[in-house]
Nanobody, 115 residues
Framework: QVQLVESGGGLVQAGGSLRLSCAASGFTFSLHVMNWYRQAPGKQREWVATINSGSSPSYADSVKGRFTISRDNAKNSVYLQMNRLKPEDTAVYFC?????????WGKGTLVTVSS
């Protein structure tokens, strides 16, 4: 079965950096688009970044120039390097993929950015 496990969240001061990881299993990772989403307290889940099977990235405007998505197909993992973090980046970050009409989500990892 598809499993996505996020890690790397934590508490960081504004201006700092974190690197999130998502370990995937149960499907042919290299063939699938992978996404990062986030959900801040009291807000709807929002899209953050996507990387396709050819490793082409795309980003939400709110993170463009600060966040970098990457993947390592040999490790079945996708990453989110987050630099110049802001308090408004505080959220639970989720790894996501879409396969045969089904959205799969990890349980998320909490990122807290203090001002």
């Amino acid at each position: 079965q598809v499993q996505l496990v996020e890690s790397g969240g934590g508490l960081v001061q504004a201006g700092g950096s974190l690197r999130l990881s998502c370990a995937a299993s149960g499907f042919t990772f290299s063939l699938h688009v992978m996404n990062w989403y986030r959900q801040a307290p009291g807000k709807q889940r929002e899209w953050v970044a996507t990387i396709n099977s050819g490793s082409s990235p795309s980003y939400a405007d709110s993170v463009k120039g600060r966040f970098t998505i990457s993947r390592d197909n040999a490790k079945n993992s996708v990453y989110l390097q987050m630099n110049r973090l802001k308090p408004e980046d505080t959220a639970v970050y989720f790894c996501n993929t879409f396969r045969y009409g089904i959205n799969y989500w990890g349980k998320g990892t909490l990122v807290t950015v203090s001002s």
